[in-house]
């Protein structure tokens, strides 16, 4: 029988000694490494600290301020925006803070205000600068967005490109409130284009996705008008 070679297992002592070999020739280069990602660590820190959350935090006191305004009974949507010296607008939320998601948000207040005063270029190119959120709450805002988008793109004539905004409406949030205005909106869209068949498919999707939605109730109307 030929003996096959197998290694012995390392022992202990001598993975210490390799280790403190290790240790005594680097020694210096690991300190070095050491220091450096605690420097590092603490940049990290301090940037957040000191420089990323204050500024978070003054973003929202800011945005609070142009809310106020939009949300007014009587609201001042050019107020809102613009901001005078009792209280910043959207577009200075966006100018000093627009990397925070104040900053974000702000974008779509801006949007939605410029859309009130009949500016559809600018309400579309704020609009678009919004950059969608995760979690339910900024779900809502997410479709309310996207359909403001696809408003703006009948307006314009545009129903090719109204579709796309209007079904990323429902896809962001795809809830009883809000998807079937979005697909409603959406099979409109689709109806003009001459497209009967994805029309169809909308209505139908609110009459077996949301029948208790409002949109649903004369939804059979539409379905039998194609």
Known sequence: MTKQNVAEPESLGEAMNKTELFFQKNGRLVTYIFLALLVIAALVFGYRSLIVQPRIEKAAEMIAQ?????EAENPDF???LQGDANGAGF???IDQYGSTPSGNLAKHYAGICYLKEGDLKNAAAYLAKYTPVKGIPGSVVNAQ???LQGDIAVDEGNYKEAVKFFEKAVEAADNNATAPIFLMKAGRAYKALGDTAKAKECFERI?????SSFEARDIEKYINSL
């Open 78 to 80: 050019e107020l809102a």
């Open 145 to 147: 967005n996207y359909g």
């Open 91 to 93: 577009l200075d939320v």
């Open 207 to 211: 009459a077996t996705a949301y029948p």
């Open 66 to 70: 142009a809310q106020a305004r939009f």
